[in-house]
């Protein structure tokens, strides 16, 4: 089975700071990657979708990267703001509508 | 478009009864999901539908499981009977059948048995 693995578990930053959230995967072979967040509550919003052709993907002040070959995503998020308290997924799909979320990355910006 | 819309958003319910959860996808989208996520095992995919007809069911947890896609515009996961163990937040999601497109999720139901 497909590892889909995000460190930290948690996170606390202050408002402002730039930060990086990372999605790590043992099978490179991917369709599409997805970066979801989920508000508590409430079900998950797409933020960035990036295809296995492309290296990164930008939506304002985020910016999704892959790289297939180290098995590993980022998700940076430039000048945080306390609306952008929330966990972050990312979903792998691999062929035959394989869908593999990660464990998710809680993230808290103080203000 | 309204979303992918879920009904009903929280349900509780005793041990042992039926429990029927329902989604309304995306118009003109193609694919349709069922998820369940809890604290101890994440987001897991329980079944999913292409053109209404069921694909891949292997994620569905036991017997008492079950779904029926009767049309394009409606779905619904079926559990019976109902154990405390079921106590989740069940998602619902749609996309297209057009590799790289996004997957919308509905707000989820959650389900509380008793």
């Known amino acids: 089975k497909q590892e889909v693995t995000q460190i930290p578990a948690a996170l606390s930053v202050p408002e402002g700071e730039n930060l990086v959230l990372n999605c790590s995967f043992t099978?490179?072979?991917?369709?599409?990657l997805q970066w979801f967040r989920q508000d508590p509550g409430k079900g998950l919003t797409s933020l960035l979708l990036?295809?296995?052709?492309?290296r990164e993907q930008t939506s304002g002040r985020l910016n999704a990267s892959l790289d297939k070959s180290s098995g590993r995503s980022t998700l940076y998020i430039a000048a945080s703001q306390p609306g952008d308290s929330a966990t972050y997924l990312c979903?792998?799909?691999?062929?035959?509508?394989?869908?593999?979320f990660g464990t998710g990355t809680s993230l808290t910006v103080i203000p | 478009d309204a979303g992918v819309i879920q009904s009903p958003r929280h349900e509780v319910t005793e041990m042992g009864q039926e429990v029927t959860l329902r989604c309304k996808p995306i118009?003109?989208?193609?694919?349709l999901f069922w998820y369940r996520q809890t604290m101890m095992r994440g987001l897991e995919l329980l079944i999913y539908?292409?053109?209404?007809?069921?694909?891949?069911d292997s994620g569905m947890p036991e017997d008492r499981f079950s779904a029926k896609m009767p049309n394009a515009s409606f779905s619904t996961l079926k559990i019976q009977p109902s154990e405390p163990r079921d106590s989740a937040v069940y998602f619902c999601?749609?996309?297209?059948?057009?590799?790289?497109?996004?997957?919308?999720f509905g707000q989820g139901t959650r389900l509380t048995v008793v």
């Open positions: 999601a749609s996309t297209t059948l057009e590799r790289n497109t996004e997957a919308f």
């Open positions: 099978d490179s072979a991917i369709y599409n």
């Open positions: 990036i295809q296995s052709s492309q």
């Open positions: 979903d792998l799909e691999y062929t035959g509508n394989q869908f593999y």
């Open positions: 118009s003109g989208h193609n694919s």
């Open positions: 539908f292409n053109n209404n007809v069921p694909i891949d």
